[in-house]
């Protein structure tokens, strides 16, 4: 334990009562958790297989097993479990499907598979207004989903609808369960809510769990909705072995149902909770975790801390003032370059964080102009367009029949008027028979109950992928790929359904680079790879995966203020601190909204290692107007000892000579080379 400071070991080494580790940012919790799961198998006599650790993301989670794999032996740690909530919930269900009443081989239902169906069980037969379609879509969606993250079921929902609009939605609710039992499908949000709902009705199998789970330990602790933390207290039961890690001033995800008032929550149900504070910082600088600390003290707190650094003052907080936008940009690029030159600094020390996407875009062109590479977090993933999944769902399709969510995926993309009502028929069908949809759709049972046209088209289309099933064992899969594009006609269907001509141009080179990496996997294996290898792989590696020497590129970080959390910089430039973007306009008027709005920014402020620059316009363009923007409230509230501000600032004609002359310097070698 030589690694950990005092309270870092006091909290790795507590038993015997729940405990809250409120670590602040930059203060080595991963560290903590780690080795904790090292102690209490090592030290504490816990078997491998009776401790779970839950964390948020599938990132966090590899990381936190990495740290653990350095620490144990391969043997101290079989059995353990480290897992997402969702992953737990999902190992979950599928032990207990068939108390669930789900059959094997159960569907999960991702964002776009979910509003699919919703948008068809929804679709109120008008054309007239598609924006207000889509909107009542989205509103929609995510009340069903705030509706699962509070353990509201569709009767309590329709039962506490105060407007028309929500009951409608209650209603379309229960329509929309319904619709994913018929399918044997869950989404997201029952991943969580079924496991929950299970151990209520089901006293035997959550006394099962409970002794399966002898010693749980949760991250990011204060990112639980209600939802999850019911499950973590059904999961630690009456013993109380619980560690729980978080930092109520890092919660900035209210809008997914987080509530940080769970940390609060845990003293009252858990009367013997003992509470360790990590306020050492191994990140920043002093004056960075003062100005962190002031700003912060202006939300409310049940418990306070005060981060503290030995790294020491280091430089004031530049706040820079900027005429307009385009001014904005020029000046942030100009102090980067500056620094880049004066200090040798690599790009990949610095990030830019803003509020919304949006704002991403005229910088972009600042840093292009000046031959700056960047790397943009956080943008939409090469699986998340339709196009891919679309495609994908096919590949796995042909290579395995019995998968239900590929097949509803494509069984209407492009459209082949295969109706809501036929297909959930032939998903009570294939549930009643245990088989998968695709063989039931040409069943003679099913085709009893179909319509004549139905009974065509699924022949057809049944017909079809058995075809190109018998195409693999001949064909290279890039010529299957091909074949389904020409076959249905799928860059047509693009264009004819995207919202403009340069949308579809993207969609159809995204679908063309596919073709691509499916080609280039079959020649790295020397022609070996076949499709279900090349299905296998595509579904396993993500877009980060895929391109991992990203991370190794010299190249500026520009990032959401939301995406950076748990990141950390040398140098750090905030961008837009204004009223109504940071606070953002839809928080202003709430009090929980400002709130959540401050510890967005301390989050930003804290990211910072050594330098911090905080820039915002007086002037913007909104409209095509000029309009003029005031200060965020929370530069008012950063303390004026450790912010230095540039209308006030005397250049030292020294630093602006050395500038000059690094940058003459840094030219002269590019021009050598």
């Keep these: 334990m030589q690694q950990l400071n005092p309270e870092q070991q006091a ?3 507590h038993l015997g009562s729940p405990l809250l580790v409120l670590a602040g940012a930059g203060s080595g919790k991963t560290r903590v958790i780690t080795h904790k799961i090292a102690w209490l198998i090592r030290d504490a006599g816990y078997r491998p297989y009776h401790i779970t650790a839950i964390t948020f993301t599938n990132k966090a989670a590899k990381e936190m097993k990495s740290r653990v794999a350095e620490t144990l032996r391969n043997d101290e740690t079989e059995g353990l479990t480290v897992a997402t909530f969702h992953r737990l919930g999902l190992n979950i269900i599928r032990q207990e499907s068939k108390a669930l009443g789900f059959k094997s081989g159960f569907t999960i239902f991702d964002a776009q598979d979910s509003n699919h169906i919703l948008k068809e069980l929804a679709h109120r037969g008008t054309t007239e207004n598609d924006e207000e379609e889509e909107e009542y879509n989205k509103q929609a969606k995510w009340l069903i989903s705030k509706w699962k993250n509070d353990l509201i079921l569709p009767e309590q929902a329709m039962e506490l609808a105060e407007t028309t609009d929500d009951l409608k939605i209650a209603k379309l609710y229960k329509k929309y369960q319904r619709q994913l039992k018929a399918y044997n499908a869950v989404d997201f949000d029952d991943l969580i809510m079924l496991p929950v709902l299970l151990f209520r009705q089901y006293p035997d199998i959550k006394e099962k769990w409970d002794n399966r789970t002898r010693y749980l330990l949760v991250d990011e602790y204060q990112d639980t909705n209600a939802c999850q933390y019911e499950l973590v207290k059904q999961l630690t039961g009456v013993r109380g072995e619980l560690t729980v890690v978080g930092d109520d001033d890092q919660s900035i995800y209210a809008w997914r149902g987080a509530k940080p008032e769970n940390i609060n929550q845990l003293k009252i149900d858990f009367p013997r909770l003992r509470v360790v504070k990590l306020e050492q910082n191994y990140r920043s600088t002093e004056r960075i975790l003062k100005a962190a600390n002031h700003l912060i003290a202006n939300n409310p707190h049940l418990i306070e801390k005060a981060l503290w650094s030995s790294l020491g003052e280091g430089e004031k907080i530049r706040i820079i003032p900027c005429r307009t936008v385009e001014h904005e940009c020029e000046k942030v690029v100009s102090e980067m370059m500056s620094i880049h030159f004066r200090e040798s600094k690599k790009w990949n020390n610095f990030a830019i964080l803003y509020r919304s996407n949006h704002q991403s875009r005229l910088l972009e062109r600042y840093l292009r102009q000046n031959h700056i590479d960047y790397k943009i977090t956080g943008g939409t993933s090469f699986f998340e367009h339709a196009e891919i999944k679309d495609m994908l769902a096919y590949m796995r399709l042909i290579v395995n029949p019995n998968d239900d969510a590929a097949f509803l995926r494509v069984i209407n993309t492009p459209k082949r008027g295969i109706g809501v009502a036929t297909l959930e028929k032939l998903g009570d069908y294939a549930n009643q ?128 203020l939301h995406s950076a959390k748990g990141l950390e910089f040398p ?103």
């Design 571 to 673: 140098c750090v430039f905030m961008i837009g601190v204004e009223e109504d973007i940071l606070p953002h306009q839809n928080s202003i008027d709430d009090e929980s909204g400002i709130e959540e709005e401050r510890r967005l920014a301390y989050v930003g402020i804290t990211r910072a290692k050594q330098r911090l620059f905080i820039s915002y316009a007086k002037t913007r363009s909104r409209y095509g107007e000029s309009i003029s923007c005031d200060p965020s409230r929370f530069l008012d509230e950063l303390p004026e000892e450790h912010i230095e501000w540039d209308d006030k600032r005397v250049v030292d004609p020294q630093e602006e000579e050395e500038t000059a002359q690094a940058y003459l310097s840094d030219l002269q070698r590019f021009l050598d080379d």
């Design 11 to 13: 909290a790795v080494e």
């Design 433 to 560: 028979r245990g088989i998968c949809m695709f063989h039931a759709s040409t069943e003679v049972g099913f085709n009893s109950i179909a319509s004549t046209q139905a009974k065509q088209r699924f022949a057809y289309f049944h017909d079809w992928i058995e075809e190109l099933t018998r195409d693999t064992l001949h064909t290279s899969p890039q010529q299957i790929v091909l074949k389904i594009i020409n076959d249905t006609n799928y860059e047509d269907w693009l264009r004819n359904n995207a919202k403009t001509p340069n949308a579809a141009k993207r969609s159809i080179s995204n679908i063309m680079e596919l073709v691509d990496w499916v080609r280039n996997l079959h020649d790295e294996g020397n022609g070996k790879q076949e499709m279900v290898d090349i299905v296998s792989h595509m579904t396993l590696v993500d877009r980060m995966e895929r391109n991992a020497e990203e991370e190794e590129l010299e190249a500026v970080t520009l990032m959401t």
